[in-house]
């Protein structure tokens, strides 16, 4: 068997009673960073071994957890903070035990992303979790524009380092919507930031250092009225402009979810 075991994002009460009891009774506990998680286990007074799996010895960890499940152990899998595999190592373990018909069976508990959501204040029917942003800037901005138009709310982890840059490409990419940065869930500095990515980032440009666990969500894209022009006179607006027609043919069928083909015969049957 293995277990995906959630672990507190901070306060400790938030384990659950059959967390404890599965690391209880684990044969191991894969661990992305054994000193971290000994801090859990001596807390819970739990005696059980433990081994390193971390995204540096994940191919070899994941084979060697296989070899001692198919001889009859029990492996328990943690991460540092929250739900294992989310913005952390595992998927290769969870392959290979499903390949060699090993039961995989989570048990759910704290997860950041979904702790933040809960409280944001931001729309809760869709979300779309991207865990942490590309550090580089070009990229960064590149996966934002993809998701400009995403009708669901965005999720993203950040680094306190990076987390001033990250609100300005939002701002630049995305425009003034409503963002809120979630820092040091459950724990004892707990906070929300809610405005624009501007006004947000000017809250915390003022402050001396930025410190703690950051999760940024960001509303989703609004849905623009439906526009009752004509093809024909949209596009002929357009070819006013400067635009060529084919161009504007193709700026109006991408406005109005359409094909250029779709967009290019209604404007002739318009025409005639």
């Known amino acids: 068997m293995l277990y995906l075991v959630a672990t507190p994002i901070g306060n400790l009460e938030d384990i659950t009673y059959r967390a404890v009891r599965v690391l209880r009774e684990a044969s191991v506990i894969a661990c992305e960073d054994t ?22 010895n994940e191919s070899e960890r994941a084979a060697e957890l296989v070899s001692r499940m198919l001889a009859g152990e029990c492996v328990a899998l943690v991460s540092d903070a929250g739900m294992p595999l989310v913005s952390d190592p595992g998927y290769r373990l969870v392959r290979a035990a499903i390949e060699n018909g090993i039961a995989v069976q989570p048990v759910p508990g704290p997860s950041a992303s979904l702790a933040a959501l809960a409280a944001s204040g931001l729309p809760t029917d869709a979300f779309h979790f991207a865990g942490f942003l590309p550090p580089k800037s070009a990229q960064r901005t590149k996966l934002l524009a993809s998701l ?12 306190p380092h990076r987390l001033l840059e990250t609100l ?23 906070e929300f930031l809610r405005g624009t990515a501007a ?25 623009p009225p439906h526009d009752e022009t004509p093809l024909s006179e949209a596009v002929d607006a357009l070819v006013s402009t400067g635009v060529p ?28």
């Not at 425009?175 to 040091?184: D, I, L």
């Open 35 to 56: 000193r971290q998680t000994r801090k859990l286990l001596d807390h819970f007074q739990i005696q059980k071994p433990t081994v390193s799996y971390h995204e540096h």
């Open 148 to 159: 400009a138009q995403e009708p669901a709310t965005l999720i993203f982890y950040e680094a």
């Open 168 to 190: 300005e490409a939002i701002e630049a990419t995305l425009g003034p919507r409503r963002v809120v940065v979630a820092r040091e869930l459950t724990k004892l500095h707990e």
């Open 199 to 223: 006004e947000v980032r000017a809250e915390f440009a003022a402050r001396n250092a930025i410190k703690g666990e950051i999760t940024i969500l960001v509303a989703k894209a609004e849905t």
């Open 245 to 272: 027609r084919m161009d504007a043919i193709k700026q109006v069928a991408r406005k109005r979810g359409l094909s250029k083909r779709e967009v290019y015969d209604q404007v002739l049957k318009e025409k005639e």
